[in-house]
C-alpha cells in the first residue's frame, strides 16, 4: 500500500491511524456482527456512536449547555439557505461580510430568503484581507451577522472573532472548525461540511444557541429545521450514520494528540515552514496580507503560469496530490488541515526550492 501527500481542500485528507481502524472494524463493530454501515439509525450500538461523537466534539470546542449539536446532511451550501430559513425570526434582513468565493456564495443564497446587508468587504483588495472590524457597517435591526472564518479558495482566514454586539454572530467554518480552540459562546451560530477538517462528505455539523431556534419560517422542510432536528437528536430523518462514526474516530484522534490547543501548535507551525519560504521565494507568491493569511489553505502561484503543469506532474511524481489551485483563481494551493503532517509541508518545500533552483 501506498499513500500520496494530499494536499486536497476537499474531501480530504484523513489520519491514516483513523482510517486503518474503520478498516479493521468494517466488517464487525465492536462484536455487533455488523458494519457501522448497515445498523438502524435507532438501535442501541449506533445511538452509542452518535452520542459518543457528540460529547467528544462538546468536549473538543467546549461547547455551552445552552448550544445544541446538530448532524445535518446539506453541506455548507445547504446551510446557506437553511441559516436565513431559521434565523430570520420575523426579521426582515440579515448582515453579511464579503472575503471571497464563499462568502459570495452565502450573500447569493441569502438574497432568496432575505433582504441582504453587505455591511463590508474586502473586494477593493481583490480579496486577500478580512475588512477589519471597524470598518463594517452593521445594522442593529439584522437578524445576524454572517462571515467565512475561512475563505478556503483564497486563503484568507479570520484571526480574531468580531464582535457583534447582541446581533448573533453566524461563521461558515466548513475549512477552519476544530484547527484551533475558539469561544463558542461568541457565536450564534457555526456551520461546517465535515469533509475537510471532519470526515467524510455528506455530514453537517450545526452549533447553534438553543435561545435562536424555534422560530423557522413556515416554509421550511422539517429535515432543515434546527429545532425540530434539535428536539429529535438529529434523528428526524436517517442521520448520515457512517459518517457521523468515522467524524467521531476523527475528534478521538484529536483528543488523543492533545485537543485543539496542540492542533493549533501543529498547525501554526506547518504553516510557517510554508509561508516563510513563499515570503523568500524569487518562483512563488501568496497574495494574502500577512495578518490574514489562512493557516489551513495556502494558495501560491508561480512568477509564470506556462511553468504550472511542468511543476504539478514534478509533485505528482513525488507523490504529492491535488496542488492545483481552484479552478475559479489558478496557480496552486496547498490544503493543510489537522490530518496533514508537518513531514507532508516539508516534503512540499522540499520540492517547490529544487523546482525553484532549476526555474529561476
Ligand atoms: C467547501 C466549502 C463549502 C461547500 O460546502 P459543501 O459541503 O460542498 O456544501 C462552503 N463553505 C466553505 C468555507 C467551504 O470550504
Known sequence: MSRVINFSAG???????VLREAAEEMPDWHGSGMS???MSHRGKEFIAI???????????????KNYKVLFMQGGAIGENAIVPMNLLRGKASADYIHTGEWSKKSIAEAKRYAKVNVAASAEASRFTCVPPRESWRLD???????ICSNETIGGVEYHFTPDTGSVPLVADMSSNILSRPIDVARYGLIYAGAQKNIGPAGLTIVIVREDLIGQAHPFTPSAFDYKQQADSDSMLNTPPTYAIYIAGLVFHWIKARGGLAAMAERNRAKAAVLYDY???????SNPVARADRSLMNVPFRLKDEALDDAFLSGAQARGMAQLKGHRSV???RASIYNA????GVQALVAYMKE??????
Open 355 to 360: 523546482f525553484e533552483a532549476q526555474h529561476v
Open 278 to 284: 513563499l515570503e523568500q521565494s524569487a518562483l512563488y
Open 11 to 17: 474531501p480530504a485528507v484523513l489520519p491514516e491511524s
Open 330 to 332: 489558478g496557480g496552486m
Open 140 to 146: 442593529p435591526d439584522a437578524a445576524y451577522v454572517h
Open 340 to 343: 496533514m503532517p508537518i513531514e
Open 50 to 64: 452518535h452520542a459518543e461523537a457528540e460529547s467528544l466534539l462538546r468536549e473538543l470546542l467546549a461547547i455551552p
Open 36 to 38: 457501522v454501515m448497515e
